[in-house]
């Protein structure tokens, strides 16, 4: 089961996200916030979850970018949830 965070600093901190205007200011404030191996996880894990919308095998998705099957298989349960985050950027990025 996920953990609930729906808390007033989460809240504030999406509220900051929403005003980063580009690129460039999305990587000043993650490399603030951020260890690089975090902001590459994170990446990583979106980058899984394309592929898996896109309908891409476990094993093409490890070997392009080397995730572990068992974080292929976490980000897979997490687009079988009712969020449907990534789906939403995804579809919107496209």
């Given at each position: 089961m996920?953990?609930?965070?729906?808390?007033?600093?989460?809240?504030?901190?999406?509220?900051?996200?929403?005003?980063?205007?580009n690129?460039?200011?999305?990587?000043?404030?993650?490399?603030?916030?951020?260890?690089?191996n975090?902001?590459?996880?994170?990446?990583?894990?979106?980058?899984?979850?394309?592929?898996?919308?896109?309908?891409?095998?476990?094993?093409?998705?490890?070997?392009?970018?080397?995730?572990?099957?068992?974080?292929?298989?976490?980000?897979?349960?997490?687009?079988?949830?009712?969020?449907?985050?990534?789906?939403?950027?995804h579809?919107?990025?496209?």
């Open positions: 996920r953990k609930n965070v729906n808390d007033p600093s989460v809240r504030r901190f999406f509220e900051g996200l929403l005003t980063l205007e690129i460039e200011e999305c990587y000043a404030f993650f490399n603030d916030i951020c260890t690089p975090e902001i590459l996880s994170i990446a990583q894990r979106f980058q899984v979850g394309e592929m898996l919308l896109d309908q891409n095998t476990y094993q093409t998705i490890s070997k392009a970018t080397g995730a572990s099957t068992t974080t292929i298989s976490r980000v897979n349960r997490l687009l079988n949830d009712d969020q449907e985050g990534i789906e939403m950027i579809e919107r990025i496209k």
